[in-house]
């Protein structure tokens, strides 16, 4: 059974940082491209960055310069890290695959303050 596991999102001034993880159980993880997703109240769900199995990356460029996605295939374990943060970037953020073919998780909110 797949399961995506978040963690990482909390309350952060704008300006600060965060760091969030997803622990997949899913097969054969290392070759699967992996994306992180964020949903804000009242707006789609959107692709925020994704990483494919070579640690190729690219990001929505409303993020670019200040999110880093990255990889751990030993843990099967994707990172999202999130500096520079605004008040917009206020969501429930998700992994899944790239393009998303599996149920989502419950998410991890990460609320930004102005």
């Known amino acids: 059974q797949v399961q995506l596991v978040e963690s990482g999102g909390g309350l952060v001034q704008a300006g600060g940082s965060l760091r969030l993880s997803c622990a997949a159980s899913i097969g054969i993880f290392s070759i699967r491209s992996m994306g992180w997703y964020r949903q804000a109240p009242g707006k789609q769900r959107e692709l925020v960055a994704g990483i494919n199995s070579g640690g190729r990356t690219n990001y929505a460029d409303f993020v670019k310069g200040r999110f880093t996605i990255s990889r751990d295939n030993a843990k099967n374990t994707v990172y999202l890290q999130m500096n520079s943060l605004k008040s917009e970037d206020t969501a429930v953020y998700y992994c899944?695959?790239?393009?998303?073919?599996?149920?989502w998780g419950q998410g991890t909110q990460v609320t930004v303050s102005s």
């Open positions: 899944n695959t790239n393009p998303a073919a599996f149920s």
